[in-house]
């Protein structure tokens, strides 16, 4: 059965700290992994990673993907307030499931 | 461009009546899903389609039911609603499979079932 479970559930931090998210699966006919962030409403986009090893970045935010240990992290630098969310990693596999796993709650405190 | 929208935002049932959730797309996306969410539990699959006309089961499907007769809608529906329902739904939509493309989601349907 496909299985994604992200650790740790909940994360509290102050403003500045750097934070490493945590996102394990197991999937059969992978195809691509997905981070988004959640606050009040809908999930918002952040990255999506296919291949093994290569960084995607965006501003104080960066993801990898490990395909041969089946992990993913999503680093946060200088965390700021506004960073407080949700964070869901997801599993898009061949068949066209999109699963995700549990969510990581970040509380960054002034 | 109004992306996914869904419909009705927000809705109170009683145990045992029904009830159906409307997704639309306007993006012409072949892939479309229905999650719910709970605290603690991230977005769970209930069902989702890869096309009109199919459908197919995701994680937790009991007591749900869907259709997908045309390509931009998506139906999500309760036929006796149960207090363990109380969640809010999350439909989302995909172009294809997702490796070069993301997803979009509406904007949730907060439902409560007493």
């Known amino acids: 059965e496909d299985k994604v479970v992200q650790s740790p559930l909940s994360l509290v931090v102050h403003e500045g700290d750097t934070v490493t998210l945590n996102c394990s699966y197991e999937?059969?006919?992978?195809?691509?992994l997905l981070w988004y962030k959640q606050e009040k409403k809908a999930p918002t986009f952040l990255f999506m990673l296919t291949s093994s090893g290569i960084e995607k970045k965006s501003g104080r935010l960066s993801s990898i993907l490990d395909k041969k240990e089946l992990f993913s992290i999503l680093n946060i630098t200088a965390t700021q307030t506004g960073d407080s969310a949700i964070y869901l990693c997801?599993?898009?596999?061949?068949?066209?499931?999109?699963?995700f796993g549990q969510g990581t709650t970040l509380q960054v405190k002034p | 461009n109004a992306g996914v929208t869904q419909t009705p935002k927000f809705r109170v049932l009683k145990t045992g009546q029904s009830m159906t959730l409307l997704c639309a797309q306007d993006m012409n996306h072949e892939y479309m899903y229905w999650y719910r969410q709970d605290p603690g539990m991230g977005l769970r699959l209930i069902h989702y389609?890869?096309?009109?006309?199919?459908?197919a089961k995701g994680e937790v499907p009991d007591g749900y039911n869907v259709s997908r007769l045309k390509k931009q809608n998506f139906l999500l529906g309760l036929e006796s609603a149960a207090p363990s329902q109380t969640s809010v739904y999350f439909c989302?939509?995909?172009?294809?499979?997702?490796?070069?493309?993301?997803?979009?989601f509406g904007s949730g349907t907060r439902l409560t079932v007493v």
């Open positions: 989302a939509s995909s172009y294809s499979r997702g490796a070069q493309y993301g997803y979009t």
């Open positions: 997801a599993l898009s596999s061949n068949t066209g499931k999109l699963i």
């Open positions: 999937v059969t006919n992978f195809r691509s």
């Open positions: 389609s890869v096309g009109e006309g199919t459908t």
